[in-house]
T-cell receptor
Framework: GAGVSQSPRYKVTKRGQDVALRCDPISGHVSLYWYRQALGQGPEFLTYFNYEAQQDKSGLPNDRFSAERPEGSISTLTIQRTEQRDSAMYRCASSSDTGELFFGEGSRLTVL | DQQVKQNSPSLSVQEGRISILNCDYTNSMFDYFLWYKKYPAEGPTFLISISSIKDKNEDGRFTVFLNKSAKHLSLHIVPSQPGDSAVYFC???????????FGKGTRLSVIA
């Protein structure tokens, strides 16, 4: 597509529910990144993929968080048993070989 | 511990004057640096980058300066325009196509 597309744009869920956030990167971009951004903070790295291979998941806060990119294109970030502290803007970005990240508009998650 | 620091949360500048945004980093392995601009309700967008082999990179009204010995970089915008009002994030990585580490951002307001 023309840009990085994320869905849903807004998600409100109850504590304990699982959520899945989707990212459709720019066509042809090899690398896909997930970041989380709290209010007044910069984006915080979670995990990234080259093609379908997860290269680094050191930023995932705990084992309730997981991500996949099975066919090397669309990626899903899943949060199981959500907690209020998971509320944040979740940003996906993709890149080619130039190193610049192109960000989507983000998915704002609110856990009640 | 923050590896990329933007110590000024906000900056106000008169239209037509120079805006200088500063960024410090602690990780001596960083060798690729970028600035991103973010408008409300949008994802961050890439502005300009510099690699450690250079000390200056210019693109129109935007110039980034890198002082490796001081672990400091700055973004100069001249002349500043009201449309430049946004949050500016400094980011760094150890090499291209590896996760970027972001600062907390500086909110620039350009006053007409």
């Amino acid at each position: 597509g023309a840009g990085v597309s994320q869905s849903p744009r807004y998600k409100v869920t109850k504590r304990g529910q699982d959520v899945a956030l989707r990212c459709d990167p720019i066509s042809g971009h090899v690398s896909l990144y997930w970041y989380r951004q709290a209010l007044g903070q910069g984006p915080e790295f979670l995990t990234y993929f080259n093609y379908e291979a997860q290269q680094d998941k050191s930023g995932l806060p705990n084992d309730r968080f997981s991500a996949e990119r099975p066919e090397g294109s669309i990626s899903t970030l899943t949060i199981q048993r959500t907690e209020q502290r998971d509320s944040a803007m979740y940003r996906c970005a993709s890149s080619s070989d130039t190193g610049e990240l192109f960000f989507g508009e983000g998915s704002r998650l609110t856990v009640l | 511990d923050q590896q990329v620091k933007q110590n000024s949360p906000s900056l106000s500048v008169q239209e037509g004057r120079i805006s200088i945004l500063n960024c410090d980093y602690t990780n001596s392995m960083f060798d690729y640096f970028l600035w991103y601009k973010k408008y409300p309700a949008e994802g961050p967008t890439f502005l300009i980058s510099i690699s450690s082999i250079k000390d200056k990179n210019e693109d129109g009204r935007f110039t980034v300066f890198l002082n490796k010995s001081a672990k400091h970089l700055s973004l100069h915008i001249v002349p500043s325009q009201p449309g430049d009002s946004a949050v500016y994030f400094c980011a760094a990585s150890a090499k291209r196509n590896t996760p970027l580490v972001f600062g907390k951002g500086t909110r620039l307001s350009v006053i007409a």
